[in-house]
């Protein structure tokens, strides 16, 4: 057996050879490795980043699918219905819709009123459709009526204390009917512990014949609850109104008693009643030609019970007559003329009263 033995330079050339393949393996596989992670990284979050931007799409696609998914359901169609109202106007139904600051309706809804049947249109969606028939009903009903009878009348004063006594007069506090006004020129407010207007009408007309009172007026409106009913009295006072290039016209000026009843029915049948009062009169003054009104006003409000009786006054008017009787020719003759005259002066105060009867007519 033969044995060669290398030289040592020779093995420590080859071992270097070796270590320095075996590094260059090394960093070729680290390299490669550094590579791959790089690769794999860059591949991962390029996939992250396309997820969470398909997330994003998929968020946004979301919030607009229930509202397509509910126009193109059939429960979201719209749908059509014609209401004919019987009670209230239609007009007023599509107002009370039609204000914006309801937010009752989507925007795809629509209401058309016709006057000439009284009635509305409605095109919405199927729930709207149905609050808006639950609306309707709740609306669409009769109106109480109120019958206001009222009697103008122009009493003399004294016989004005008697009647108070008679009939109970519950004075308000601004004005005591049956007792003398220091102030004349002020307005108020009295009730009547009457449930039957028959005694009030019998006693005016017998103080109508006796000459102690004058009926004015006696007029009786049909008005619906909170609906205002106007009556009013007076005379129209013409006079000469200058145009232009010194042309005239014609033109009046009121001089009425005006009275306003705003009534209102309460949950324990009393009804309430919103009262105003003008008292306009033609003043003796005149301004350039123009007649002067004296006006006197009193608002107030007062809740009697169904049938009774509200009495407005203090308008006075005096008046101060004198008179003279004679004895034809004879009482012309010098010197004893005067023994068959007499001078008779009369002096008078009357009071305008206003009697108010609300009543509350069976619907």
């Known amino acids: 057996m033969n044995i060669n033995f290398l030289p040592w330079r020779e093995q420590m050339r080859?071992?270097?050879?070796?270590?320095?393949?075996?590094?260059?393996?090394?960093?070729?596989?680290?390299l490669y490795t550094h590579h791959f992670f790089s690769v794999l990284e860059r591949?991962?979050?390029?996939?992250?980043?396309?997820?969470?931007?398909?997330?994003?799409?998929?968020?946004?696609q979301t919030k607009s699918v229930p509202l397509a998914a509910h126009n193109r359901s059939p429960k979201s169609s719209l749908q059509s219905r014609w209401f004919a109202l019987k009670h209230v106007d239609a007009k007023y139904i599509l107002k009370l819709f039609d204000n914006k600051d309801n937010h009752v309706f989507s925007t795809r809804s629509s209401l058309l009123a016709d006057e000439r049947t009284n009635s509305l249109f409605v095109r919405a969606l199927p729930d709207e459709l149905s609050m808006i028939s639950g609306i309707i009903q709740h609306l669409d009903v009769v109106v109480p009526q109120i019958l206001i009878e009222a009697q103008i009348v122009n009493m003399d004063y004294d016989y004005?204390?008697?009647?108070?006594?008679?009939?109970g007069l519950t004075v308000g506090k601004d004005l005591s009917v049956n007792a003398p006004i220091a102030n004349a020129n002020s307005l108020g407010v009295a009730l009547l512990n009457l449930t039957q207007g028959t005694q009030l009408d019998l006693e005016l007309s017998a103080l109508e014949t006796q000459g102690k009172a004058q009926i004015i007026s006696n007029p009786k409106l049909l008005t619906e609850n909170q609906t205002m009913a106007t009556i009013e009295a007076g005379e129209e006072i013409p006079y000469q109104e200058s145009v232009s290039q010194g042309m005239t016209t014609t033109a009046f000026k009121k001089a009425v008693l005006q009275l306003q009843v705003t009534p209102q029915i309460q949950s324990d049948h009393k009804i309430l009643l919103r009262l105003k009062v003008n008292q306009d009169k033609r003043s003796s003054q005149e301004i350039q030609g123009v007649p002067a009104i004296d006006t006197r006003q009193m608002t107030t409000q007062v809740l009697v019970n169904d049938g009774h009786t509200v009495v407005l006054g203090g308008i006075y008017e005096y008046t101060d007559t004198q008179a003279v009787e004679n004895i034809p020719f004879i009482s012309n003759l010098p010197f004893l003329g005067k023994l068959f005259q007499h001078h008779k002066n009369t002096k008078e105060r009357k009071e305008l009263l206003i009697f108010v009867t609300p009543r509350i007519v069976p619907s």
Do not use: C, D, P, T
């Open 14 to 30: 080859r071992q270097k050879i070796f270590f320095v393949l075996l590094g260059g393996a090394a960093v070729v596989a680290i």
């Open 43 to 60: 591949r991962q979050h390029a996939s992250i980043e396309a997820y969470y931007h398909r997330l994003q799409r998929v968020k946004m």
């Open 160 to 167: 004005e204390k008697s009647l108070g006594v008679r009939f």
